[in-house]
């Protein structure tokens, strides 16, 4: 059972630069989250989805993107990728009993 | 606005020792409250959660009780073992259009033989 899958697990960004973090979840769950983790921090979450085609706005949403176009996959868009972006990046989706499944982290860093 | 406060770590314990990780929240009412866990180099998993005051999660050993009157929701073991090692995350969530986590910082756990 896949659950929630990340890709990449790990990259390296030059300052300006744009590329997308990838999210996929095989359980057929309509709300999906994207968090990103600082060191030392909790996860803030910075766009969040309720089902294909709706997708708001988080806690730190700025410099990123997302689109919904499928039930499975909830794409993160990093543009113009800074050094204030460099984080772990976390999907995760909404099961029936409210518990949350993440996937296993995209670690970014932006020199 | 919402918010959750954790005790600040690294917690560090030794194997069998009894293990408090105190957390409370701000909120208007009664959200549900969770605890999740992030072991090295994965992502977090569900602990345990409570959804009403006086509820009492439990799993793997672990207990959190939903106090209304202290707004908390502390996590404790009996005896903890090397294997708990890892990041603990208290979290509240409304049960709203958004279904929204907030979490708190976290707290390292680090049992030792």
């Known amino acids: 059972n896949a659950g929630v899958t990340q890709t990449p697990k790990f990259r390296i960004l030059k300052i300006g630069q744009s590329m997308t973090l990838q999210c996929t979840q095989d359980?057929?769950?309509?709300?999906m989250y994207w968090y990103r983790q600082d060191p030392g921090m909790g996860l803030k979450l910075i766009y969040y989805?309720?089902?294909?085609?709706?997708?708001d706005k988080g806690e730190v949403p700025n410099g990123y993107n997302v689109s919904r176009s499928t039930t499975e996959d909830f794409p993160l868009r990093l543009e113009l990728a800074a050094p204030s972006q460099t984080s772990v990046y976390f999907c995760?989706?909404?099961?029936?009993?409210?518990?949350?499944?993440f996937g296993e982290g995209s670690r970014l860093t932006v020199l | 606005g919402d918010s959750v406060t954790q005790m600040e770590g690294p917690v560090t314990l030794s194997e069998e020792a009894f293990l408090t990780i105190n957390c409370t929240y701000t909120?208007?009412?009664?959200?549900?409250l969770f605890w999740y866990v992030q072991y090295p180099g994965e992502g977090l998993q569900l602990l345990l959660k409570a959804t009403k005051a006086d509820d009492k999660g439990s799993n793997k050993g672990f207990e959190a009780t939903y106090r209304k009157e202290t707004t908390s929701f502390h996590l404790e073991k009996g005896s903890v073992q090397v294997s708990d090692s890892a990041v603990y995350f208290c979290?509240?969530?409304?049960?709203?259009?958004?279904?929204?986590?907030?979490f708190g910082s976290g707290t390292r756990l680090l049992v030792r033989p």
């Open positions: 995760a989706s909404r099961g029936n009993t409210g518990e949350l499944f």
């Open positions: 909120a208007t009412g009664y959200p549900s």
């Open positions: 359980m057929n769950h309509n709300y």
């Open positions: 979290a509240l969530s409304w049960m709203d259009s958004s279904y929204k986590l907030i």
């Open positions: 989805s309720v089902g294909a085609g709706i997708t």
